[in-house]
């Protein structure tokens, strides 16, 4: 199982070692920062699927963090967490980051926990998704591929009772096509390395 890790960013060090103790059983890889600055220098360097951020910081807001995020890391789960909440930072938050949750200080410890276990699952599901999405690609583009080798093939004929129809094919075109996937599966095992 791939390890799972948050980043926080606050500018008070107690909220962060607060948030981390609340969190140490959990078994999630931590990282933080002091500044949205900072936390933009260290999603440059490290792969994190959850993002939780203060709204009110000197410099950059956590608003304006999760917007950037949201661009430039899609496809991280982003929750804001505020001491002073009101209706504009939630929707300046939801605007601009399009967050998962909304966190006031002092949060509820298994609020926050539940939260989170949700915001993992819901970057498994995206991440799974992104994956079947490139493999459908990849097949369609094979598909293309062995259209123009050999035109019909990808066609399929029914008929009225939707009984998929067989073209008679010789013993020749089988042994044709079993060495095509031979070829291609070689070559796709040569590309992940395990050839």
Known sequence: MK??????????????SSLTRTLADEGYEIFSATSAEQALKLLEQTKVQVLITDERMPGMSGSELLGIVRRRYPHIVRIMLTGKANLEDAMRAVNQGEIFRFFTKPWDPYELKLSLWNGFEKYDLEEEQRLLLAAIKRQRAEMAELEKEYPGITRVRRDRNAVVLVQDITPEDIEEIKAWCRKLQETEGSDTGDA
């Open 3 to 16: 390890k799972r890790s948050i980043l926080i960013v606050d500018d008070e060090p107690n909220v962060i």
